[in-house]
Structures are given as C-alpha cells and as structure tokens.
C-alpha cells in the first residue's frame, strides 16, 4: 500500500515516530487499528476529562486555582 500525505502531516508522523521509537508503518497500523475500532464500536473518542472526570476536584487543600498566585508556577516549563 502507498499512501501520499501532505509535508505537514508527513512531518508530524515523522515526529511521532520519533517519540515513540516506532516505524512510520507502526505507528500507521497503530492508527489505522484505532480508527477502525472506534468507528466499528461507534464510540468518540473520550476526552481528558471524561478519562480523568471523577479526579477533577477530589483533592482537598491545595490552591482552589494555580493562576491565581503566580509563585505557583515559579520554574514552570524550565528543565
């Protein structure tokens, strides 16, 4: 099978690849496999809340808002 992808698209497979130390045809089946099986069960795709849902909220004791005081994010981003 051959397939033509857009540069853009072919540059963020390339970079997937990259990441997750497979070969674009493994991360091609990979995708191909997930793609299939959501719409072979109808099922969207969850989202990071709907994943996460029943954590958001549940810890006690923390800032109710990280924004809210900038030295919450002191060193945020750095490595």
Do not use: I, W
Not at 9 to 16: G, K
């Amino acid at each position: 099978m051959t397939v033509k992808l857009p540069s853009q698209l072919d540059e963020a497979v390339a970079s997937a690849c990259k990441r997750e130390h497979v070969s674009k045809s493994e991360l091609v089946r990979r995708a191909l496999s997930c793609y299939l099986s959501q719409r072979h069960t109808g099922t969207p795709p969850a989202s990071a809340l709907e994943r996460a849902g029943d954590l958001v909220g549940c810890f006690a004791g923390g800032p109710k808002d990280l924004a809210s005081n900038p030295a919450h994010m002191d060193g945020f981003g750095q490595v």
